[in-house]
């Protein structure tokens, strides 16, 4: 387990309290997840206007929401395959309305490089995203890389606050480091691929030979 492992375990034990607050309201971790959508929506709205402040707010608020859920979801003892299918389903419509929201607001203003940077943010969050899933979904441990989700919201809220050029930069280096990521991944899984197929035809050799 590295060190950014521990610090999420230990952040998410930590938020069990919270979420048994919320539990006593009535309100489900699903709920909460849609909740988030809803306020990313908002952001990317407010950001299509390139109103940055208002967006960033609604940003913000809906990356709370994406901590809530599953502190509610865990309080309950159900965070379970469905609940983690959805969030992680939502989650990618959330980047998409505020990447989207931004990318709306450079073309209109005839920003190239910063139109550019956004596509290539939107591509490299959703690939990081996807060679997690369809990794797992072979059977195989895929994390790891630095533009994760949370470093993605961290970079881009600082970008908010500060305009202009950092959010320029802020940007590019979502775009570069997601995409890096996800090769990273990419390699990653395809060596235990192949590393598990050579033993597989190891060991269909040897019985083979036993025969």
């Known amino acids: 387990m590295d060190w950014r492992q521990a610090g999420e375990d230990r952040f998410r034990h930590g938020m069990i309290p919270v979420g048994r607050m919320i539990l006593k309201t009535g309100i489900s971790a699903n709920q909460i997840t849609v909740f988030g959508v809803l306020l990313s929506a908002v952001s990317g709205y407010f950001l299509y206007h390139c109103r940055w402040n208002t967006g960033l707010l609604f940003l913000i608020l809906g990356a709370c929401c994406d901590f809530l859920d599953g502190a509610v979801a865990r309080a309950k003892g159900s965070s379970g395959k469905s609940g983690a299918f959805i969030d992680s389903t ?7 309305f505020v990447y989207g929201g931004l990318l709306g607001c450079f073309a209109k203003q005839g920003m190239t490089t910063a139109s550019l940077g956004v596509f290539l943010a ?21 994390a790891g890389g630095f533009a994760q989700r949370p470093e993605r919201i961290i970079l881009l809220c600082l970008g908010l606050i500060f305009g202009g050029r950092v959010l320029l ?4 280096i979502i775009a570069v480091t997601s995409h890096l990521t996800a090769i990273y991944r990419f ?4 060596q235990s691929a192949r590393s598990q197929e050579r033993e597989t035809r190891g060991i269909g050799k040897r019985r083979d030979s036993d025969d």
């Open 90 to 96: 939502l989650d990618r419509y959330a980047e998409l």
């Open 122 to 142: 939107i591509g490299g969050s959703l690939l990081v995203s996807y060679t997690r899933a369809r990794a797992e979904g072979l059977g195989f441990t895929c």
């Open 169 to 172: 930069w802020s940007i590019w």
């Open 187 to 190: 390699i990653s899984v395809l």
